[in-house]
C-alpha cells in the first residue's frame, strides 16, 4: 500500500513508512539516511523512537519487520508496517 502511495508525486513522505520499506529492503544505515534525506528527513539524535527506528539498520540489520516490531514493543515506540499487518 505504503508502495503504491510513494510512486504518486504529490504524496508526502513520513518517517514509519519509509524506515519499514527501508527494512523491507534491507537497506543499510547510509542508504537509509540517504533515503530519508532526499525525503527531507533524518533520524534526529534526541528523538527516542527515531534512535530507536535508526538502530534496525544497525543492530537489527537483516531481521524480518516482525523481528524489529518485536524490538520496537520491547523499547515502546510503535511498530512498523500497515495496519492491515496489525
Known sequence: MN???VQKPD???TMM????MGVGLELSLDE???VLSLAG???KPTDR???AYKYLFTGM????VDECNEF?????????GSQQRK
Open 32 to 34: 537509509m539516511q540517504e
Open 61 to 64: 540489520s537483516g531481521k524480518s
Open 11 to 13: 504524496h508526502k513522505f
Open 49 to 51: 523512537t527515531d534512535q
Open 3 to 5: 508502495y503504491s502511495r
Open 72 to 80: 520496537l514493543r520491547e523499547v515502546g515506540v510503535p511498530e512498523l
Open 17 to 20: 513508512p519509509l524506515v519499514s
Open 41 to 43: 528527513l533524518s533520524f
